[in-house]
């Protein structure tokens, strides 16, 4: 596979289009079915739209979304044809929520189809591990509890002792 162009570039989002079955997507994820109004977005627009977001230097969604009208070739990769009919930051989390791991599992292997076919199998090839599903590590990062000696306990439940207390309640000048 020759180079790949500069991320964030329209020459690396026109090259990376063909690889996207939008119809695939469009199976994967119907639209959900209520009253309404009809979406003005099918899935494969708003999963291009979530993609400029890995693909571009815009990686905010509020940013994405307030530059992706003044970027034609932003536009022409998520198949968004009118500047002034843009998705909604509230669209792209709903349809976020949509996604699940086997939907997107499907997707990476068509996407990565084309790549596997073009690779010798008698050449060496290094694995990398998906880690998917293994637990995050969140232990480390913790705050941690102060550790007390066992000798010493920081708080003990006695019966009050009936004895008065040590004290002063005496005001002294400094001056």
């Known amino acids: 596979m020759p180079n790949l162009s500069q991320t964030g570039t329209g020459a690396l989002l026109e090259e990376l289009s063909p690889f996207l079955d939008d119809e695939l997507i469009n199976s994967l994820l119907t639209q959900p079915r209520g009253p309404g ?4 977005f099918c899935s494969a627009q708003l999963f291009r739209v979530l993609l400029l977001s890995l693909l571009t230097p815009a990686h905010s969604f509020n940013l994405l979304l ?12 998520a198949h968004l044809h009118n500047r002034r ?17 086997s939907v997107l599992r499907v997707i990476n292997r068509s996407l990565l189809r084309p790549l596997l076919e ?12 998906d880690s998917t599903d293994l637990p995050a ?6 705050k941690r509890t102060p550790r007390v000696p066992r000798d010493m306990r920081l708080w003990v439940p006695e019966p009050s002792s009936r004895a008065r207390a040590n004290g002063s309640s005496a005001t002294k000048s400094t001056a």
């Open 85 to 101: 009919d843009m998705p909604t930051a509230k669209m792209l989390s709903q349809f976020r929520g949509r996604l699940d791991l």
């Open 66 to 77: 307030a530059l992706l009208p003044e970027n034609r070739a932003w536009r022409r990769f």
């Open 118 to 129: 073009h690779v010798d199998p008698a050449r060496r090839t290094v694995a990398i591990i």
């Open 137 to 142: 590590s969140i232990i480390t990062f913790k």
């Open 37 to 40: 109004r009809p979406r003005d």
